[in-house]
């Protein structure tokens, strides 16, 4: 040992090392909390790392393995200081080391432990005719470890209370197993699971490892336990019989009869057994009678293969007098006669069978839904009515709130009572509910889907699909929609993609008839300008729509762009239109009052509303009820907020009985103006188009301020269905005897376009179907899921799924014939399959082939000789006396056909594709004769090169018209066949000089590609051993079935297959894309990023990239929310904002990286309905950054043009989208960008923006 280290030692020896008590509460330690999963560890301090306590914080938050650590300046210098000077680590301070650490017992925390879940239940046992409870019984728990995190079982465990987050579940939770899917296949097990252990079936060890000899279980099957089993496959039914007897009869003999029992009850029981028996030897000798063998063949199960409708149209002509009686104790009771769609679809829902009832609009399809939630209540189970929009959901709440009480709303913004028995919600939230395993979905027992023809919608309507595809198997449906042309069609699709049978129940006419009227009004007004076209009967009225197109009118034609042809309304005119048609129908008797117009313009709504601020419509007393009832709903607003322009001007024009209803009025006045006309003070309401799809609120009369409306690619006609949808407003159910629709004929249309509008079927439903990063990134999260089982369900496949039975059912013979077709040939067996497959490439390339170098030279083929090769000619020789083409763009030839004088009459030909390859020409031996035939240019074997002196004219002239056999004798004929003869006798080997492509100085790489394929065709024919078989021919026959066969079982199990999805390719390269930026890996297993795009609800992708590059955290909660409003505000027309040099270079950045994913999925090309770039619009950057800031809704309406209720819709999808972030902030741990979300939440949601709707107070 150096003398140094012996100094060292003894240093260390003087130290002291008693043991010192640490200070109180001088606990040296910190707590870390992992982003990714929320746990925290202890970790101790290093002394002599970090000497400044500053430096080391009580707790400390770190970001996931795979992500950079936040910044610190003093990281750097602490680290060196830590690696360069060992002489300060702890293991030079033992006094420090020796520092005792006091424990205090606390035996209280051992009460509180987490109990396993528990492995034994009791299970009551009822009386199967009573149903009382006899007795109970402990049974073991199956599946007692599932959870929300590893099952999709129903029977999984309910979320703890503490874990079980909001009402719409979770994303690490795992959805329930839809409903229709095929069930889990659980793996089976080496040994079963048995009572008893059988020593002669089971595989058991007999030596333990490191030990002697151990126990050896010799199988040894005594004769007494040998059991014959018969090879036959019929079995004796007199056996059968037997044992079913001696069941019986030993069931019977352990009956136990109470010894206290009368001899009348023991004489009972006897001659019961009795005739059981009586009965049953009757029965044997019944069957025995039956059977004349005495043996029965054994069925083998085997799967339906039968095209089953998975839907019934339910007659709505039976006779259900007796409904009372069926239904003898009504869960809901109304105050009126039901009518028959309404009673037959109670009674399918008495049997809990799902139905789609398709009826008019205004004909009592809510009754449907409301006898729904009456039996979820007198069940104790829940029910969901979704919608299409929030402003229907908002409705709903009110009035099933004031029928059913217990009633709660799930909105983007607004949650009401989660926990009641009856839910109104959304279709997107039920839809998140299905992703994340909400525990809801256990209770529910129907799912009510209101206005489900709008999955026709282009935008929303995948989310439909989606929720019918998703729900589990225990929930009930109920479709409610207007008449649609194929509701058949969507009954069987949902009833095949849920294995349910759907009952179509449907109306035949309107319970308030409509009457179609033309407005077009001359320069003199009268009553005679309303002319009706159209009467209650949907009787045409010829005379009158002959006359409306003969008036002329105050309009003046223009002419626009391209072909189109309309009319323009001065505004002076078109007001004075209006006010004399309201007070016309306000006159009529009985009035036609209420009236809505609809017009396709929100701009146009509000200007034609102020057209008529100085028409009264209102008297005095409803003026009165009107100002109260307005004043006291805006009491919700501030001061500040009632004094805002369109308060002001919507207040004096209901005061005057009109109004508008459209998506730029605030929310709030929206709701004000549905109960002022649900109240009839309402007398003309000036609507868009939504106001017929999402308020129920019919009317005594409808207008149409046009028939043309602009869908956001073109300027276009209403198709059948959405004016039917708009029209069906008209006529209020137990008010008016018939509903009055008005057309105002100021379009230039065609009479017949008119009357397709009004009397065509409505719009087909068409599927919506779409993918997106989104759903395939939730369903990949689950292990037994697959993106393929979503898009084989959806809509679009229908056709695929109903071919699917026979296309299983064809796959089953051609399996057995392949098997039976194998046969034994030492010279084919090698490689006469090949062949097949060459020979069929052959013929494929050699149709190419010939059809370019036909189109090459259609004016020089007539006169050339042609090898004609098909189903009737082998190599025969030709002239090709005339060629032309058809509508599909095949070259049709007629050609005269070298033929021997015995193939006048029909000789049997092998079809084309089973004879072998060969070019030697047909040679008539004897006599000679010929045909005149069409071929096409799959039947030209090869081309001469050159043309021959043939007259294929007078050819032509000779055969035109009269029968070939009369013409043998013709001079040009004969010749024709002697030089055809001669042809083919010269050349017995093939045609010479054929054609090529260098003969037509064609060098493209896609025909010399083709020369290529064909010419490695033949050659590898011409190599093939199994041409020395000297039954090739005979062989080469049974090859070619195998190999048709062979392909039509390859193109049924590609039809069959996930490849033959329409979205199949998409989906492969979606991820691809998703892998390349680590969304997934290359197993598709989800990993951090994945993770946190399934938190985006809107432009996943865009979102997710801006939170992980950090483009976010760095800058100010009112920067963030007003960049973000770029994802959710859509309109395009606004004014250009004033934007801060912070807002301007963070909206660089999210355009840049909008291009940046546009342009990588124009590389894998993908199919995109909408790039990020045209998706996102900054027009409100400014407009959201000042109000985050604080300031009043009327100042920063100065700085836009964009409407007010669009501002509003803007701010709330806004708030949602910064929840969605602030969830992603808190999934990879950023600690700032979180608390900065939930600021930037805070800062937006107020006043007016966010004012509670009326219908929920």
């Known amino acids: ?5 012996k100094q060292q030692l003894t240093k260390l020896e003087n130290v002291s090392t008693d043991p010192q008590k640490p200070q109180p509460l001088a606990v040296d330690m910190t707590l870390v909390e992992y982003g990714s999963s929320s746990d925290v560890e202890v970790i101790p301090r290093i002394y002599g790392a970090f000497s400044q306590v500053d430096h080391f914080p009580m707790r400390t938050q770190l970001l996931p393995c795979g992500l950079p650590p936040t910044e610190d300046s003093n990281l750097k210098s602490e680290l060196e200081k830590l690696l360069l000077s060992p002489e300060d680590l702890p293991i030079f301070e033992l006094h420090k080391l020796q520092q005792l650490w006091p424990h205090q017992s606390d035996p209280s925390s051992l009460y509180h432990v987490d109990l396993k879940p528990n492995q034994m239940t009791l299970k009551v046992t009822r009386d199967m005719v009573t149903g009382m409870q006899q007795e109970y019984e402990e049974v073991s728990v199956e599946n007692s470890d599932l959870t929300s995190r590893n099952s999709t079982s129903l029977k999984r465990s309910p979320i703890p209370e503490r874990d079980r987050g909001p009402v719409t579940g979770q994303s690490i939770n795992m959805p329930f197993w839809p409903g229709g899917f095929d069930p889990l296949q659980v793996q089976p097990t080496d040994i079963e699971e048995t009572d008893e252990l059988n020593f002669n079936t089971c595989e058991l060890l007999t ?18 336990n040998k059991v014959e089993v018969s090879k036959s496959s019929k079995i004796p039914i007199s056996e059968i019989l037997t044992t079913d007897i001696t069941w019986i009869e030993d069931d019977k003999s352990e009956e136990v009869i109470d010894n206290n029992s009368n001899d009348d009850d023991n004489q009972i029981v006897a001659n019961t057994e009795s005739q059981s028996q009586n009965q049953s030897t009757v029965l044997k000798e019944e069957i025995d009678s039956l059977v004349n063998s005495g043996n029965v063949p054994v069925a083998e199960d085997k799967p339906k293969t039968v095209n089953q409708r998975w839907f019934s149209r339910v007659n709505m002509d039976q006779n259900i007098d007796n409904f009372h009686t069926i239904v003898s104790d009504m869960a809901f009771e109304w105050p009126f006669e039901l009518d028959v769609f309404q009673k037959l679809a109670i009674m399918k829902l008495e049997k809990h069978e799902n ?12 009754v449907v839904a409301e006898y729904a939630i009456a039996l979820a209540a007198k069940h104790l189970t829940k029910v969901v009515y979704t919608s299409p929009i929030k402003a229907l959901s908002n409705q709903k709440f009110r009035d099933f709130k004031n029928t059913f009480g217990d009633v709660g709303l799930l909105t983007g913004d607004v949650q009401i009572n989660p926990e009641a028995f009856c839910l109104i919600m959304t279709t997107e939230i039920l839809r998140s509910m299905l992703y994340n395993g909400s525990d809801t979905i256990r209770d529910i027992e129907w799912v009510i889907f209101d206005e489900v023809h709008y999955i026709n919608d282009d935008e929303r309507g995948v989310v439909w699909e989606e929720v019918l595809i998703l729900l589990p198997d225990h929930v009930g449906l109920i479709l409610l929609s207007a008449t649609v042309s194929n509701s058949d069609e969507l009954a069987d699709w949902v009833g095949r993609t849920k294995r349910k049978k759907i009952h179509v129940i449907s109306t035949s006419k309107r319970p308030v008839p409509l009457e179609h009227f033309l407005y077009r009004p001359p320069d003199q007004k009268n009553d005679k300008d309303l002319i009706k076209i159209l009467d209650s009967r949907e009787i045409l009225l ?4 002959r006359e409306a197109f003969r ?9 626009q762009t391209g072909s189109k042809n309309t009319t323009r309304v001065k505004p002076k005119t078109e007001a004075q239109i209006y006010q004399f048609l309201i007070k016309t129908l306000m006159k009529k008797d009985p009035s036609m009052v209420p009236a809505v117009v609809f017009v396709f313009s929100r701009k146009k709504c509000d200007s034609l509303a102020s057209s008529l601020s100085s028409t009264n419509l209102s008297t005095k007393d409803e003026k009165s009820k009107i100002k109260r009832m307005f004043n006291k709903s805006i009491a919700v607003l501030s001061d500040i907020d009632k004094k805002l322009p369109q308060v002001i001007w919507l207040s004096h024009m209901l005061e005057q009985g009109v109004a508008v209803h459209h998506s730029g009025i605030l929310p709030v006045l929206k709701e004000i103006v549905e109960m002022l006309y649900q109240e009839g003070l309402v007398k003309c309401l000036f609507a868009t188009e939504t106001f017929a799809i999402g308020v129920n609120m019919p009317a005594k009369c409808v207008i149409f301020d046009t028939i043309f409306k602009h869908d956001g690619n073109c300027r276009r006609r209403l198709n059948p269905g959405e004016y039917i949808q708009m029209a069906g407003r008209a006529g209020r159910r137990g008010k008016d005897e018939t509903g009055i629709d008005i057309i105002l004929f100021k379009d230039e249309i065609k009479e017949i376009d008119l009357l397709n509008m009004i009397m065509g079927k409505p719009q087909k439903l068409e599927s919506k179907f779409r993918l997106t990063y989104g759903m395939a990134l939730k369903v990949l999260r689950v292990e037994h899921l697959q993106v393929e089982d979503l898009m084989w369900r959806s809509f679009a496949e229908l056709h695929k799924q109903i071919q699917k039975s026979s296309l299983e059912k064809r796959m089953e013979p051609l399996q057995a014939r392949l098997v039976s077709t194998d046969f034994d040939c030492p010279n084919c067996a090698v490689d006469i399959d090949s062949y097949c497959e060459k020979l069929s490439y052959y013929h494929q390339h050699n149709k190419n082939l010939q059809k370019i170098l036909l189109s090459e030279m259609q004016a020089k083929i007539k006169g050339r000789f042609v090898v004609v090769n098909n189903d009737t000619h082998q190599n025969a020789l030709g002239i090709v006396l005339n060629m032309r083409t058809n509508s599909k763009g095949e070259f049709l030839c007629t050609t005269f056909i070298l033929v021997a004088k015995a193939e006048e009459k029909s000789i049997s030909l092998k079809p084309k594709e089973s004879r072998p390859y060969s070019t030697e020409l047909f040679i008539p031996y004897g006599g ?5 035939e069409i071929i096409t240019e799959n039947d030209i074997a090869a081309i001469s090169k050159n043309s021959y002196k043939i007259k294929t004219d007078k050819i032509m002239e000779a055969h035109s018209g009269i029968n070939f056999k009369e013409n043998d004798d013709n001079e040009d004929v004969h010749a024709a066949m002697l030089e055809l003869k001669k042809i083919s006798e010269n050349n017995p080997k093939g045609l010479q000089a054929v054609l090529s492509f260098s003969d037509i100085k064609r060098f493209d790489a896609a025909y010399t590609n083709i020369k290529s394929d064909y010419d490695n065709c033949i050659a590898s024919m011409k190599s093939s051993k199994c041409l020395t078989c000297p039954h090739f021919t005979e062989h080469l026959v ?48 989800v990993q951090l990023k994945g993770r946190v795009a399934c938190k985006i609800n809107n432009s996943e992708l865009l979102i997710t990239e801006l939170v992980f590059e950090n483009i976010l955290s760095p800058r100010e909660p009112e920067e963030i929310a007003a960049l973000l409003s770029c994802i959710v505000f859509q309109q395009k027309n606004y004014s250009a904002p004033n934007l801060t040099d912070a807002l301007i270079q963070g909206m660089n950045i999210i355009k840049q990286k909008a291009r940046e994913l546009d342009e990588l999925e124009k590389d894998y090309h993908i199919q995109v309905y909408g790039t ?8 409100l950057v400014e407009v959201v950054y000042e109000w985050a800031k604080g300031k009043p809704f009327a100042e920063i309406m100065k700085l836009t043009d964009v409407s007010e209720g669009v501002i509003v819709r803007c701010m709330q999808r806004l708030e949602s989208t910064c929840m969605d972030v602030q969830s992603a902030a808190k999934i990879i741990g950023d600690p700032v960008l979180f608390d900065k979300m939930i600021e930037a939440s805070r800062m937006i949601k107020r006043d007016i923006c966010f004012t509670a709707s009326l219908y929920i107070k």
């Open 1 to 5: 040992m150096d003398p140094e280290t």
């Open 207 to 224: 030596d333990p490892p490191n030990f002697g000899p151990g126990m050896n279980f010799d199988r040894i099957i005594s004769s007494e």
């Open 355 to 366: 139905v789609f009832v398709a009826a008019h609009t205004s004909a009592g399809k809510t």
């Open 542 to 545: 010829n005379d009158n729509l």
């Open 551 to 559: 008036r002329p009118t105050t309009t003046k034609k223009i002419s």
């Open 928 to 932: 000679c004769h010929y045909k005149i």
């Open 1038 to 1085: 049974i090859a070619r079935n195998r190999f048709i066969d062979r392909q039509n079982l390859e193109e049924v199990k590609f039809k069959l297959s996930k490849e033959n999805l329409a979205l199949q390719a998409d989906y492969k390269r979606r991820k691809q894309l998703l892998e390349s930026l680590g969304y997934i890996d290359e197993r598709d297993v």
């Open 1172 to 1179: 990020y770039t045209d998706n996102i619009n900054f027009g």
